[in-house]
């Protein structure tokens, strides 16, 4: 949530002829605003040291980190390369005035660091929640790219062939679902000539997925939230 860290006008000069100055005293709900934003932050800093120490130990198990997906963990030690080194990063995806909290993984490349985000959390009904716990699957390549128009998007690819793009807008409950298209790569060995379907069972071929979803997320796919 992004409050100002002062208070602003919290002292105010009264003057009048030769009367004494007085003190306002803050609001109560600048004051609640202000404590909200304190405990999301302090709720924020448990996750990213939770993932921080869960990425230590070669033993993990949940009971010892409640707040860690251990799908996202898993996903940030194979893509980091074996050196592990997580990354957070605390953002306003959609613009509510209530910041995210992004976990991810970074590791050294040709072109200077690469940080890859495996988990996002946020606020949900007043609790902070992982709004990628339920569409990041175990044992699979997923990726998560943010773009600029409140929109995340999720590729995922499975062992099996199995291959899905699907297009989520950030709501105050959560994600919401605009676009799904998926693909089994077994389909054909002439990669144009498989077919993408959506949840209507609606057909694409491969060169008009770009389009569908720059449609859906509003703008250009170079457009990136995140670097």
Request: charged share 25%; glycine share 4%.
């Amino acid at each position: 949530m992004k409050i100002s860290l002062y208070l602003i006008a919290s002292l105010l000069f009264l003057t009048a002829c030769s009367s004494p100055t007085k003190t306002s005293q803050p609001s109560s709900s600048t004051t609640e605003q202000s404590q909200e934003s304190e405990s999301l932050d302090k709720d924020y800093q448990d996750i990213v040291s939770q993932y921080e120490k869960a990425i230590q130990v070669t033993d993990f198990k949940e009971s010892d980190f409640p707040l860690v997906n251990p799908v996202s963990l898993d996903m940030a030690r194979r893509y980091s390369g074996g050196n592990v080194k997580m990354a957070s990063k605390v953002l306003d995806l959609n613009q509510d005035q209530q910041d995210e909290l992004l976990i991810g993984t970074t590791s050294s490349t040709g072109d200077g660091d690469l940080t890859v985000y495996v988990a996002i959390y946020g606020l949900v009904d007043g609790k902070v929640v992982d709004l990628t716990k339920d569409i990041l699957e175990k044992d699979t390549d997923s990726f998560l790219t943010l773009y600029k128009n409140n929109r995340l998007r999720l590729d995922q690819a499975s062992s099996d062939g199995k291959m899905v793009n699907v297009v989520y807008e950030l709501t105050a409950s959560g994600l919401k679902e605009l676009l799904y298209l998926t693909l089994d790569a077994n389909q054909s060995s002439d990669v144009d000539d498989i077919l993408i379907t959506d949840r209507d069972g609606k057909t694409y071929r491969k060169t008009e997925v770009d389009s569908k979803l720059a449609e859906v997320i509003g703008h250009p796919l170079d457009e990136q939230l995140l670097d």
